[in-house]
């Protein structure tokens, strides 16, 4: 299984970006997708996942609830993160993960040791 994750790069505080996360090699529809975050000496940090449900299936870390919205196109295998209202502590490096199978509740998704298949990240950086 594949991530090709895409659509990082500089932007102003108040911008918006869109990251996208194309998964080959694998049935998309059976994963859970998340996108987790890693600033520069930081751990790497939760920022939302979407079930494998469905779009009314999803989970946010508290400093992006508003702010960002994921959603996926099974069509396209492809997971999507919307950033708006961007901020300059969003500056990380951002992972897209895919996780096989189902859990209610954001602790089944939200660490990076329960992902099973991870993509390179693309940096996004929020000036301020």
């Known amino acids: 299984v594949q991530l090709q994750a895409s659509g990082g790069g500089f932007v102003q505080t108040g911008g918006s970006l869109r990251l996208s996360c194309v998964v080959s090699g694998g049935t998309f529809r059976s994963y859970a997708m998340a996108w987790f975050r890693q600033a520069p000496g930081k751990e790497r940090e939760f920022v939302a996942v979407?079930?494998?449900?469905?779009?009314?299936?999803?989970y946010y870390v508290d400093s992006v609830k508003g702010r960002f919205t994921i959603s996926r196109d099974n069509a396209k295998s492809t997971v999507y993160l919307q950033m708006n209202s961007l901020k300059p502590e969003d500056t990380a490096a951002y992972y897209c993960?895919?996780?096989?199978?189902?859990?209610?509740?954001?602790?089944?998704?939200?660490?990076?040791?329960?992902?099973?298949?991870w993509g390179k990240g693309t940096q996004v950086t929020v000036s301020s």
């Open positions: 979407i079930r494998r449900q469905g779009q009314s299936l999803t």
């Open positions: 993960a895919a996780k096989m199978g189902d859990g209610v509740g954001s602790s089944y998704y939200n660490t990076p040791d329960r992902m099973d298949y």
